[in-house]
């Protein structure tokens, strides 16, 4: 059984930065596709970054140039590595795995995401 466990969220200014981490334990964290999703009060969870077993990577539009996704096998822990932070950036953050590579587009439908980590807070505000 995998465990995902989150942290590193909390408070920042607007164009700060803020590094969350994804701590996997149970099974190898590459084995899957890590997804980081966020939801913002009165909003949809949204799909932000993924990382694929094979190491392909996408972005949601929103957050190109801005945040970056990272896995460490060694520490069995995916990264996302956030900057220049906006107010409408501020969520929970969760971190999600699905056993096999989604295919084209499809990597945000949480439907795919059998792990799912309890979250952390993001909020970005002055």
């Known amino acids: 059984q995998l465990q995902l466990v989150e942290s590193g969220g909390g408070l920042v200014q607007p164009g700060g930065s803020l590094r969350l981490s994804c701590a996997a334990s149970?099974?190898?964290?590459?084995?899957?596709?890590i997804t980081w999703f966020r939801q913002a009060p009165g909003k949809e969870r949204e799909g932000v970054s993924c990382?694929?077993?094979?190491?392909?990577?996408k972005y949601a539009d929103s957050v190109k140039g801005r945040f970056t996704i990272s896995r460490d096998n060694a520490k069995n822990t995916v990264y996302l590595q956030m900057n220049n932070l906006k107010p409408e950036d501020t969520a929970i953050y969760s971190c999600?795995?699905?056993?096999?590579?989604?295919?084209?587009?499809?990597?945000?439908?949480?439907?795919?995401?059998?792990?799912w980590g309890q979250g952390t807070q993001v909020t970005v505000s002055s």
């Open positions: 999600a795995a699905c056993p096999f590579p989604p295919y084209g587009s499809t990597w945000p439908k949480t439907d795919l995401y059998d792990f």
């Open positions: 990382i694929y077993s094979n190491g392909v990577i």
């Open positions: 149970g099974l190898p964290l590459d084995h899957y596709a």
